[in-house]
């Protein structure tokens, strides 16, 4: 499975964007690029995935490098509710639905 | 909002009894999964089911055991509970589709601690 490289921890002050940023060169053609967050005691919570295109939800937008080999997830006006761990995650088209592999993730610290 | 409840919180066992993790979800998902999770190692597959009676192992099934007799209700049984056993477990569901990590919807776990 392709890795993914994500900092460990980054900060913002609240109301700022937030540009979460994750490393994944060895990609293949196929692997589609998911985020999910983890809230203090909880589980993790689905936040975005996309292919090639930049994606926009509720929750935030999904820039994907035209190599594909970099994304950014962008949190556009940061809260203390999105004080949590953010998972960068690979997955392959058509592939096992049992081989999510969560990395240790970035622990985005939100500063009032 | 869709939901996937795990019976306990927070649970003491005592080293060599047999523990059961109870996880029921709502949303008529086929898939069904469970994770431990460890500081310093994050989340790892234990097993994950596709459907009623079928399982698969996932990283690391070693000392565990699943069932799955109904479609909403996915168990994971500690045969004999051992001390490397304490941590936090999260039960997942997702609808199978070719998007394998797409929608996966967490319970909020149960943190196991063997004594």
């Known amino acids: 499975d392709a890795k993914t490289t994500q900092p460990n921890s980054m900060e913002s002050n609240e109301e700022e964007p937030v540009h979460l940023p994750c490393n994944h060169s060895t990609i293949s053609g196929t692997d589609y690029i998911h985020w999910y967050r983890q809230l203090p005691s909880q589980g993790p919570e689905y936040v975005i995935h996309?292919?090639?295109s930049n994606v926009n939800n509720r929750m935030a937008s999904l820039a994907i490098a035209e190599d594909r080999k970099s994304s950014t997830l962008i949190l556009h006006r940061a809260t203390l509710r999105d004080a949590a761990v953010y998972y960068c995650i690979l997955s392959a088209y058509g592939g096992s639905q049992g081989n999510l592999i969560f990395g240790k993730g970035t622990k985005l610290s939100v500063k009032p | 909002d869709v939901k996937v409840t795990q019976s306990s919180r927070y649970l003491v066992k005592r080293t060599g009894e047999k523990v059961f993790l109870e996880c029921v979800q709502d949303m008529d998902h086929e898939n069904m999964f469970w994770y431990r999770q460890d500081p310093g190692l994050g989340l790892r597959l234990i097993y994950f089911s596709y459907d009623v009676k079928m399982k698969e192992k996932g990283d690391i099934p070693e000392g565990y055991s699943v069932s799955r007799e109904k479609k909403e209700r996915f168990s994971l049984i500690l045969e004999s509970a051992s001390t490397n056993q304490t941590s936090m477990y999260l039960c997942?569901?997702?609808?199978?589709?070719?998007?394998?990590?797409?929608?996966?919807?967490f319970g909020s776990g149960t943190r196991l601690t063997v004594v």
């Open positions: 996309g292919l090639t």
């Open positions: 997942a569901s997702c609808v199978p589709g070719q998007v394998p990590g797409y929608g996966y919807t």
